[in-house]
Each structure stands twice: as C-alpha cells, then as structure tokens.
C-alpha cells in the first residue's frame, strides 16, 4: 500500500485509451465499474476534444458482481461494435475488472466479430499510464502491421504521439514539416490520427521517427525487427537536439538537401545581452524521462542556467537520467512520490523549477518560479496557439516559456537596489504577471516582512546572527533560498558555529561568479 | 403561509412512468463527494483504500488541482495487498500510522472503501474499529463506500453522512437537524432565517468539526438540503428521528415551501413567517426575473448526474418558465423526491438509470434550447450545437436558499447568453453548425 497526495501518471488503462482517443476508426472496449467514465472528461475538458472518446465501459454494478459481468461484457462489446462500426476493436480490463477475472480477450474472440479484435494486458497494480500506452500501440502494431514492399521515395513512420499528449499536436506538425524539408514523405503518423488500416501499411516505411519513447518505444522496437526498420534515438527538443536529429535522418535516409535555420531565433536570443541575467540561475528539472533530459541539456548548454537537481517519475527511465545526472555531477531523483519531490525542492532551494503541474504546485506553496515541461499537464498547458516542443519552433518556444515566470534582469536589479518600495518589492511578484499586487499604501515594515514567503528553519547546527540575518532578509526572495545555502556551506565548510555579517559577504565573495 | 405560490399543476410526475435503461453510465463514483467534504468537514481526513485510478479520478475530478496539501488521500493497493487481507489489513494500519503522524491536526479519520476494495472484501469497518481503538480519544475513524459499484457521484456524501449518524450521541432534546452540506455562507444564511422564525436551537450534520456535533434521538426531527441523502435519512429514522418531507430549498418557491414544513412543525405563526420571509422572496423573484429571461420558453434536457434533477426541473419549469424535455436521475426516491415531483407539471420523460448511448440519440433528437449533462458530455455536444450546462457545477456552487435563486437562474442562462455574444460577433462559426 502506498499513501498517495497527488500522482504524476493515471492507471495502464488510461494510457491505453490514450492511444485510441488519438486514433480513428478504432474503439476500446473496457470492462469497467461504473464510474470509471471520469476519463472521458481529461480528453473533454482538459485536452477540450469535440467528440467523446471511443470507449464504450461495460460499467458494471455491485448487484451484477454475483450474476454475471461475462454476458454484460459480450453485450456491450457487440453494442459497441453494431453502434460504432470500428475497423477494429481493443478490449481490456480496469483495475476492477481485473479482479474479476473475466478474461475481456477471450470473450471477445468467441463472438465471431469480423474485425481484428485485440485484447490487452495491462497490470492496473504494478504498472502505469505510460506503460498501458507503449503496451496498447505495441499490441496494435503487432496485430495490424505486415511486412510490405519499401515505399519508392524515402519515407518514415512517425511514431508516438497520442491524445492528452503535453504538445503531442505541434510537435508532430513541426517534424512532419522538418522531414519535409529533408526530402522525406511521413508514411503513417501513429497512434495519434491514424487508422487500423493506416497501421497495416507501417510496414512500407524505411524507417521509424521515435518521437516519444514513453508511448512508443516497444512499436519501434517491434518494427526495426519485424520490418527492418531502424528508429531514431535523438528526440528533437531544443536547438543541439534539433541538430543532432537531422544529422541522425540524414545518416538513415541518406537526405543531403540544406535546412534553412533562420526560423531558429533561440540561438540569438540566448546570446543576447539582455539573456545575461540567466546566467547561473540554479534549476531543479523534474518530469518524464524523455523531457527530463532534453530539458537538462537545454538549460546547461543553451540558457546558461545551473542544474541543481534532475530526476524523472517514470522508472522506465530511469537509467537515462541517472547516466545524464552523473555526468552532471547529480544523483537523479527517480520517484513518483509527490511529497520526495517537494522535500527535494524545498532542500535545493533551486532558483527556478522546470517540471510538471506537480512541481507547479510547490513552486507556488515555496516562491519558486516554475515552469511546465512535461505531462502530466493541465488545461492551460493545452494552448490554442501552435507551441511545439520539438524542432526550431520548439526551441523558440521553450526560451520564451521557461523566462516568463522570472523577473526579468533590470527588473532584477532594481529589487535588488530598492527592495522597500511599497509597490515594487519582491513580495509582489514579477510585474509582467497578472497577478502583480502592489501592497497597500505605505505599508508599516512589518507587515511588508509577513507577507514574505515562510523562511525554511536554518538548517545544521551553525546559527545564524542577529545581523547576519537581517541582512539575509534584505536579499530579494528569489536568490535568497541560494544565499542561505551557500553561506551555511560556506561556514560549516570553514568550522564555524555562527554565521556573522561578515561570514556572509565572505560566502558572497567566495561563491562569487 | 403559501399566499403568492403557483398553484400546483392538476397532474405532477409522481406517478408518471419512468423510463428505465440498463447500459453504459456517464457518470462519477462515490468518491468524487470527497472534494467537498474534506473542505466542509475541517478536522477531518479521507483515505481513500483504492487503486491508481481512484487516486486519479480524485485528482481530475477535482479539475481546477487545489494548490495546497489537501485533506484527501488514497492508499494505492499494490499486487502485494492483494495477496493476502491479513497483509492489506497491517499494510492499511502501518499506512494510518504514517498519516496520522504526519497530521497531527486531524480528529476525524474516514476510510474510504472503493470498487477494488469492496471486490477484494476488504472489510473496512473492522479496520475502523481497530483503528478507533488504537487512536482514540484524539481520532475517530469511520468508513463508508464511495465506490462506483456502490455508489453514484452525489451518493458518496451520503455514505458519509449515513456513516456518522450510527456514532452521533443520544439526545430527547426536541431539535431540528439540517441535513447536507452546505457551503459555510449559505448556510449561515439559512440558520439566520430559521433563527428569525423562533426555531432553535438547529443543528447541522455534517458539522464544522467533531466538537460541535450533535445528538439524536426521537424527538429529533430533521430536514434535508440536498435531494440525495437517502441512506442517511434512512439512518436516521433508524435513530427515533423523523424527516419533514418537502420540496427542496432551491429558487423563491422551494426555500419557501421548505421552511413552511419546518415552519408548520414549530407552530410559527402564519405573520411571522410572513415577516421573515417576505423581503427575501421579493428579493428571490426579482432577481429570478432578471437573471433567467434567457430561459424563458426554451426547453431543458438533464441526463443523470448529481440527483439534483428533479429539484432543479421543478425550478427552471415552474420559476424561470422553462419546458423540460427528459429528467434524468441516478435513481428516484419516492419519500425524498415526491414533494417536488408534485409540482413538476406532466410531460417530461422520467428517466432512472442510463444508457448513454441511448439518452444521446433521445437528446439529439430532441434538439433542447440546454442540455444539463457531465463533463465527458459537454464538450462533444457543444460542438454539435447544442448548449450545455455541466452538472458539476451545480454541487460546486452556492445555488440553495432565496439569497442564490437569482444566481442559480444565472448559472443555466449563461450558456444560452454566452452562445448569443458569440454568434453575434464572431465572423467565424464553429464548424459544426
């Protein structure tokens, strides 16, 4: 048993209606309790699709737990079938169902229905979301795809993308566009936007663009055995990627034709004196693995920022993101422990979070900035304008989002010189942000000190003094978690019980950069 | 004391027939009830003992994420809990221990039993018992079923409620009980209006907190404020107590005619009635006036949600001139929902139970001007065209009492306002139209 607050990935089931909301022509046949049919509204509401997803929950009752839930699975998967005509049908169980034992797969084999029907395993109590999806399109894969004669042209298949995927949607228009350039035809774009029948014919492709290892790694495992085709290993977040990926397409397809790069304004923004306040800026980068290290290797080489802490939820990954927090000289944090991942936070002190709408939420409860670089995601993340992660335009809009929630450099300076001004003072918040408050007029010290995000307890046994505290609180809140830190490290570095004014300015120099 | 009232209609719903489906149901469990109560009920904690899923529906459900550690939590079943109920039983106790350990402030403790649990028999009631035992006096725990076998979405703050009726102590105080969770504004407000009434003292279940709980006993006799508590007004006859039936306070002419059966049992006198609720009705009927014009003439389509429906018909019919089409319920109590299905005029198809599939082709068959539905509904049928209120809105909103009919009437205009803005500026239409 696991006490659980906030959790970063759904049930396997969920990961497999994932794959057939992204699809067409296919429906989802799962034997569910009633009430499980709160899915639906994360594909409704959180992603706002126009049509409900195609799952068809066989919902069944306490009293129907005695009698029998078999016959009630074969009639609503013949409904669903008579109803919604699919080229294809998955069935499945939720973790409910599980429990009964039912066997959805082999009740649906007898009943004759003139479609494929395939039938899936998703262990609801040692497995999760991201598993149930790579699972569900593997299985599709493997049922529906047939070794086929090679298209004339180059072509690959792009594979990955799903519904409620964090930018799944910009991202595949942003490759498919990048492959264009390249000379290279998508065959099949999968799961999201294809048909059963549109996956029989992946087999034509030369070879495979993994977009999304988490959702569909097996497949191209799958395929490079099954159709000799090779897949990618680079996925195309920030410039370097976006870089190492073409070059990684033209080795697999042979493709000499020149990319035109000015799109990418990264580069120069990055560069730009005005970027020089990034410098430094300690960050703690924590999401999917796939995300997780993209995001690493953009903040080092391509911000200039600091990466304090990295880790990643998904086990799956876990040996990616331990080699790559090794190399930074890190130990990754590999949890899905809402509460580990605060605590973690809350010892960094990082000067910024890039992360999920978890570390959303504890970025907000600490002061710290925050933002989003992987799912899970919320309604907001789901923005009506094109914003990719993937390729050139990705990488602009990665820049852009990741500085939105700092203050901006001489707004920086001007809270570090004037940090009493009762309308601009670092309790208010960055001024670009809506909910920029100026404090009451004239407000007494005092109350200007209670708003202050809570302090952390001084950590260790060095004590801080009187003055040297004082002195503490005159830094901005922003850089404040990291001056704390730094001279406590500094002071017990050097054996000392009590950090004084001038230890901290002596920790300043020392740290001095 | 019903001066000013429409008359009844000649024939209410009562006995109409009612449409009953069995197939797939768009509807929440039991569990998502938490999302209220653990902000109504302040010193309490709900554990749920689920699965992945529950965890998640919790955390979607809830929609907007609360920003803040919230008083919920669940205790994942792993594949080694399901092997033995003696490990699940100390996995559930070690599981408490570091939850009580890491809030010190909680002084009720609620196990939530779920689909997985019930399916398991994974008996709840005796770990409550054992765990009363080991930390009392300073936590209670109870339990109850929020589970989707069990239970339908409102369904859960009733498994609640009925949970704490059995512990409340006995009392022979002639009391008046208010039964469901209000939110804390309006219930003051309604406590103000009983208070001018010369009724008192009123108690309130659930309370604030454990300390300010109540007794029960014969001569209790209690209302309720939400049409979905029917497990624990049965719990609560069970205690001696006896239920004042009426139509639910929703709009001008429901919170009259429920503080009237309230009123008629404390002998008020027909003038102080009057002068306590005079000034509050106009102001109900002006502002039902104003905010539900868009209503007026154009037909409602509820598909099965929160148990609200019948209520709410009545309202939108018999107050804000609305033509029901189809009112669907989870399920329909005769006891608890008779009073407001007499004044809903004949006509609307009843219906209890759902396929959804069905009620879809119903609905879009019938085209209705607002369609009262759930989340997984709204979006898909918006962009068919049609409006639609989502229902869970409803229980997350102050709508009960003279105070919130003009809003209420709003919350169900506004869509059909919203439509209008759009369609008259926009140079570009959804494409579904």
Not at chain 1, 495 to 505: F, K, P, R, V
Not at chain 2, 317 to 338: L, Q
Request: glycine letters at 8%; hydrophobic letters at 40%.
């Amino acid at each position: 048993m696991k006490l659980t607050v906030w959790t970063y990935e759904g049930p396997p089931h969920v990961g497999a209606m994932r794959v057939a909301t992204g699809m067409k022509g296919l429906h989802y046949v799962l034997h569910a309790p009633q009430g499980d049919t709160y899915a639906d509204l994360l594909f409704t509401m959180i992603e706002r699709r126009d049509h409900r997803p195609p799952v068809t929950y066989t919902t069944f009752q306490a009293r129907d737990l005695g009698s029998d839930t078999a016959s009630l699975f074969k009639t609503a998967c013949q409904d669903a079938y008579d109803r919604f005509q699919p080229e294809a049908i998955i069935v499945g169980a939720s973790c409910t169902a599980e429990l009964i034992q039912d066997d959805p797969g082999g009740l649906a084999e007898t009943m004759g229905l003139p479609i494929p029907v395939i039938a899936l395993e998703l262990p609801s109590y040692q497995r999760k979301e991201n598993f149930g999806a790579d699972e569900t399109f593997f299985q599709i894969v493997r049922h529906l795809a047939k070794p086929m004669e090679k298209t004339t042209r180059v072509s690959c298949n792009i594979i990955g993308p799903t519904a409620l995927g964090f930018r799944h949607r910009d991202d595949v228009q942003e490759i498919t566009n990048l492959l264009y350039e390249l000379g290279i035809e998508v065959n099949v774009t999968a799961p999201m936007g294809a048909t059963p029948a549109d996956i029989a014919k992946m087999g034509q492709a030369h070879f495979n663009v993994l977009l999304y290892p988490e959702t569909g790694e097996q497949a191209a495992r799958h395929c490079e055995k099954a159709f000799d085709q090779p897949y990618t290993k680079v996925v195309p977040i920030g410039a370097g990627a976006t870089h190492d990926f073409i070059a990684e397409v033209r080795r697999l397809s042979g493709s000499t034709t020149p990319i035109d790069t000015d799109r990418l304004r990264q580069s120069w923004w990055s560069r730009s004196v005005d970027s020089t306040y990034l410098t430094g800026k300690r960050v703690f980068i924590f999401g999917d693995g796939t995300h997780v290290l993209a995001a690493a290797r953009i903040a080092r080489d391509e911000m200039g920022f600091d990466v304090a802490g990295i880790g990643c939820y998904n086990r799956e990954q876990a040996r990616a993101v331990r080699a790559l927090a090794k190399e930074y000289g890190l130990e990754a944090l590999i949890t899905d422990d809402y509460l580990e991942v605060e605590r973690t936070i809350e010892a960094l002190q990082p000067e910024m979070i890039l992360g999920t709408q978890m570390e959303r939420h504890i970025g907000k409860r600490l002061g710290i900035p925050c933002a989003v670089i992987s799912a899970p995601v919320h309604v907001q993340d789901f923005p009506a304008r094109y914003s990719p992660q993937m390729g050139f335009e990705g990488a602009n809009v990665i820049f852009d989002t990741w500085i939105h929630p700092l203050v901006m450099g001489l707004e920086e300076h001007l809270l570090h010189m004037f940090r009493e001004d009762f309308e601009f003072n670092d309790a208010a918040g960055p001024s670009h942000h809506g909910g920029h408050a100026p404090a009451a007029q004239a407000p007494e010290k005092m109350s200007l000190e209670s708003k202050m995000k809570p302090e952390p307890a001084p950590t260790g046994e060095v004590v801080w003094l009187d003055t040297a505290e004082r002195e503490l609180k005159k830094i901005p809140f922003f850089v404040r978690g990291k001056a704390r830190r730094n001279t406590e490290s500094y002071a017990s570095q050097k054996g000392l019980q009590e950090i004084s004014l001038d230890t901290l300015y002596e920790a300043k120099a020392h740290f001095a950069r | 004391m019903t001066d000013q009232f429409a008359p009844p209609p000649a024939l209410g719903c009562r006995t109409s027939p009612v449409l009953k489906q069995r197939g797939q149901r768009e509807v929440f469990c039991g569990l998502t009830g938490i999302i209220w109560l653990h902000r109504k009920i302040q010193d309490a904690f709900f554990l749920v003992v689920g699965s992945r899923t529950c965890a998640h529906l919790l955390q979607s459900a809830a929609g907007v994420m609360i920003f803040a550690e919230p008083r919920f939590g669940t205790a994942i079943l792993e594949e080694s809990d399901l092997a033995g109920l003696n490990d699940a039983h100390a996995e559930l106790d070690r599981t408490v221990q570091q939850l009580l350990a890491r809030r010190p402030d909680i002084r009720q403790l609620f196990l939530v039993g779920s689909c997985p649990s019930e399916v398991i028999k994974l008996d709840l009631s005796r770990a409550a018992e054992r765990l009363t035992q080991q930390f009392a006096p300073s936590v209670r725990v109870l339990e109850y079923s929020g589970s989707g076998i069990e239970t339908t979405f409102t369904q859960g703050e009733d498994a609640c409620l009925a949970a704490m009726v059995p512990v409340l102590p006995h009392t022979t105080a002639r009391e008046l009980l208010v039964v469901g969770a209000l939110p804390d504004v309006v219930e003051d407000q309604m406590l103000s209006l009983l208070d001018g009434l010369g009724i008192g003292p009123v108690r309130v279940l659930p309370a604030r907190s454990i300390d300010a709980e109540m007794g029960i006993g014969e001569n209790t006799v209690f209302a309720l404020t939400q049409p979905f508590l029917s497990d624990t007004h049965a719990a609560l006859e069970r205690r001696g107590a006896r239920h004042l039936a009426a139509p639910f306070p929703f709009g001008e002419e429901g919170t009259t005619a429920w503080l009237a059966a309230i009123a008629a049992e404390f002998n008020v006198s027909d003038d102080r009635f009057r002068a306590v609720t005079e000034a509050p009705r106009r102001r109900a009927r002006a502002a039902i006036a104003q905010a539900s014009a868009p209503l007026n003439g154009k037909s409602v389509f509820f598909f099965p949600d929160s148990q609200m429906e019948v209520p709410l018909a009545r309202f939108l019919t018999r107050e804000c001139a609305m033509t029901a089409i189809e009112v669907g319920m989870p399920y329909i109590h005769d006891s608890i929902h008779g009073p407001d299905l007499d004044l809903l005029p004949q006509g609307p198809q009843l219906s209890e139970g759902q396929d959804v599939d069905m009620q879809l082709d119903r609905c879009r068959a019938a085209r209705p001007d607002l369609t009262v539905c759930g989340l997984g509904l709204a979006n898909p049928l918006e962009a068919e065209g049609l409006s639609t209120k989502w229902a869970i809105e409803l229980v997350f909103t102050p709508v009960h009492f003279y105070e919130q009919a003009g809003d209420l009437a709003s919350l169900f205009a506004r869509p059909l306002r919203r439509k209008t803005i759009l369609n008259g500026t926009s140079h570009t239409q959804v494409a579904a139209q």
